[in-house]
């Protein structure tokens, strides 16, 4: 069966009672016949095969599900790829905490538009699109309005794991297709790689959104501590926008694939001289690594006024020491993904400069296996799901 043949086979029962209901699309009834026909494919759940963790911590395992009718400003996406978030694996195991079950991951989506609401301008059927790690917000909030949705003050409405207006669970891209309000779409230029883009969408807005925000650029020293999903994005992405960077990284393994991306130089942070060769060198530090680790000593790697950019989110408080800061007035920001407007910008710069995610494409039925080779560290560098090669 395709994607779509539950639909289909719901169109043909709707023509069959149709044409019981109204004896037939004659006469006056033709009309009256034709509306009815398309008020019910409107009302028609769309039946949807994907991966769910049916509890926390569970391995994901096959499970359908409906998608809600395509409403008159929102598109049908058949997802042709998803990468694979540490996040992901996080909220599968209820890690950060209320989490609902069953639960279908994904938030780095692309796929092609296969259907269109009446009211849609933003995209059109066959062109490819993508979602990211929310689907809705409350559009009207100071956040909202000056479209950092990401920062909503009423919540986001996240892609998964989320509940959607009308209550309903929302559920992710380890699937067939998904049904999206097209403000909350992006366009995706034609130009970039379909199988490397779906991570720009979590992994590239996260090292984008605060690089261009405290205007990283020409002549600045950049260094982004960690190499993995984030890190490698922040790479590739601060190079293009004209930074001099350099990765550190625990250990020298990674030295290689870090020249490979861009970087200019590499320091091991399991050296304890790194921290004092490299003392006051960098204007800007994008830190990525999740782990607790020592805040105090990467805060005395920039110089004056330099900045300490938090996309990594460790599990236990940190101590800071205010001599830190205060002695170079130095500070220390955070930054989440970003919103709809700037999440295109990304792409945009991105399709401008050639830069996708670099990734391991795997069949679905290797989601459980991939999971354990993320907590290991073991990708390079990040895992994207082929749903083409079927669920
Ligand atoms: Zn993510
Ligand atoms: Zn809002």
Known sequence: MGWDGGLDRRRQVGYIILANGLKGPKSSGTQKYTNRLKQMERETMLPTRGYAALQAGAALEPFTFERRPVGPHEALIRIRYCGICHSDIHQARDEWGGATFPMVPGHEIVGTVVKVGEAVKKVREGEIAGVGCFVDSCRTCASCSQGLEQYCEKGMILTYNGRDKNGEPTYGGYSTQIVVDENYLLQIPKTLALEGTGPLLCAGITTYSPLRHWG?????????????????MAVKIGRALGADVTVLSHSGGKRKEAERLGATEFAETGHKETFTSLARKFDFII???SA??????????????????????????????????????????????GGIRETQEMLDFCADHGITSDVEVIPMQQVNEAYERVIRGDVRFRFVIDLDSGI
């Open 216 to 232: 990283v650029g020409k002549g600045h020293k950049l260094a982004v501590v960690g190499l993995g999903g984030l890190g490698h």
């Open 287 to 289: 830190d990525t690594v």
């Open 292 to 337: 607790p680790h020592d805040f105090n000593a990467y805060l005395e790697l920039l110089k004056t006024d330099g900045t300490l950019i938090l996309v990594g989110v460790p599990d236990q408080p940190m101590q800071i020491g205010a001599f830190g800061l205060i002695l170079q007035r130095r500070r220390i920001v955070g930054s989440l993904i």
